[in-house]
């Protein structure tokens, strides 16, 4: 049973960082499709960036380039994202979703608040 948990969320001012973690169980952590997402209220959810685990391709949205950033730990079963320069409209609640063999797994989502 494929598990994913979001963690490393809070309340952060702006100019901030925060380090969110996305760990996954149940399967070999290899081949498989990684995305960050995010949804703040009454907005539709939002890719934030996306991993191909094989190739280490990233993409991320313009709204974050630059200032967030993807890393993973093989030994962990771990995606960190790191994300700098906070601004008060990078709050919402971010979830992660791996795709592993055509099945799409999302965590239960981390909620980022930026506020002075």
């Known amino acids: 049973q494929v598990q994913v948990v979001e963690s490393g969320g809070g309340l952060v001012q702006p100019g901030g960082s925060l380090r969110l973690s996305c760990t996954a169980s149940?399967?070999?952590?290899?081949?498989?499709?990684l995305y960050w997402y995010r949804q703040a209220p009454g907005a539709e959810r939002e890719l934030v960036v996306s991993?191909?685990?094989?190739?280490?391709?990233?993409n991320y949205a313009d709204s974050v380039k630059g200032r967030f950033t993807i890393s993973r730990d093989n030994a962990k079963n771990t995606v960190y994202l790191r994300m700098n320069s906070l601004k008060p409209e990078d709050t919402a609640v971010y979830y992660c979703?791996?795709?592993?063999?055509?099945?799409?797994?999302w965590g239960q989502g981390t909620q980022v608040t930026v506020s002075s």
């Open positions: 991993l191909t685990s094989t190739s280490g391709t990233t």
């Open positions: 149940g399967f070999t952590f290899s081949n498989f499709l």
């Open positions: 979703k791996i795709r592993y063999r055509n099945y799409d797994y």
